[in-house]
C-alpha cells in the first residue's frame, strides 16, 4: 500500500463522516468504506490526522454543534441530540472539555473558540505533491477582474506571528488552527483574512504577515489569549480577481495574481498604491471563486 492510496483511504473516512456527522458511525463502517481492517483503518486514520476516528468525529459534531448555537436559538438538548449525545449531561461534559466553557454560556455569550476544521487530507497531499505542469496545457492568457471597495472604519482581531512574510512561514511559527478561531466570531462583517500589515501596525518583534477578522467598532466580546484587537481607519482597496483554478493549483493562481499586480499601474483609474494606509489582504484560497487580493489605495488628486 503506497502513501497516496493510505491518504485516499483516510480521505474517503472523513467524507464518510462529514455526510454521516448526524447519525451514528462505527468502525466497521469506515473500514468498509476504507477497504481495509478496522485495525489498519484506525492505525491509518489516526497516522494521518493525529486523531482517533472517534475523536475526530466528535470534535468534528461539537464545532458544528457549536455554529449551531452560535446562529440559532436552539434548546441545549436539542442540539445534543441532533448530534448524537445521548445526553445533556454528557453533551455538556465534551463541550466544555473541547471548548473551555459550557455550552448555555457560550450560546448567551458567544465568546471566540477554537473550531475544529479539519482539511480533506488527499486535497491537501495533492497540492503538495503534484508533478510537473505542461506549461503547453495552461492557458496563456488570463484574465483578472479589478474593483475598488471601501472598507469603515472597523476593529480587527488578528494573531501574530514572529518574523512571518507569507502564510507557509505564519503557520511554522503559529500553526495552522488560527483560521477555525477566527472562524468562530459571530460579529464577524466579513470572512477571515490573511494580512500583510503597514510598518506602523506591527509591533516589535511581531510578523508583517498575520491572520484576522474584521469586527464592528462597537466590537466588545472578549479577545482570546495570544490575539490583539486593533482599530483600522476607513480605506479604499483595489481588489483584483483571477479566474476559477483547480484547488490543487492554488499556488500557481496566487502567482498569476501576484506577476498582474506588479505590471498593474493604478494611476490609468485615478489611485496610487497607498501601503501604509491600510494592511494588503487575501482572501482563502478558494478555486471556485479564483483567487482575491487587495492593496490600499488613495485617489490622485
Known sequence: MNQVE????????????D???????????LSNVAGYSSWYSARIFKDITGRTPFDYIRALRLTRAALVLRDEERKIIDVALDFVFDSHEGFTRAFSKEFGLPPKRYSQNTPPIQLF?????????????KGAINMSEKKATKTVF?????RPARKVLLKRGIKATDYFAYCEEVGCDVWSMLSSVKEAIYEPIGMWLPKHLIKVGTSQYVQGVELPLDYNNSVPDG??????????????QGEPFNDDDFM??????????????????????????????????????GYIE???VVTVN
Not at 6 to 17: F, L, P, R
Not at 146 to 150: A, L, Y
Not at 263 to 280: L, V
Open 6 to 17: 493510505t491518504v485516499m483511504a483516510v480521505q474517503k473516512m472523513q467524507d464518510y463522516i
Open 19 to 29: 455526510a454521516h456527522i448526524y447519525e451514528e458511525i462505527t468502525l466497521k463502517q
Open 117 to 129: 476544521m479539519p482539511a480533506r487530507v488527499f486535497d491537501t497531499y495533492r497540492a503538495f505533491h
Open 146 to 150: 479589478v474593483q475598488i471597495i471601501e
Open 227 to 240: 490575539y490583539d484587537l486593533i482599530d483600522l481607519p476607513p480605506c479604499k482597496m483595489m481588489v483584483f
Open 252 to 289: 500557481d493562481a496566487i502567482g498569476e495574481i501576484w506577476k498582474h499586480i506588479e505590471k498593474f499601474n493604478p494611476n490609468i483609474y485615478g489611485y496610487n498604491w497607498a501601503p501604509e494606509a491600510a494592511p494588503r489582504f487575501q482572501l482563502a484560497p478558494m478555486g471556485y471563486r
Open 294 to 296: 487587495a492593496r490600499p
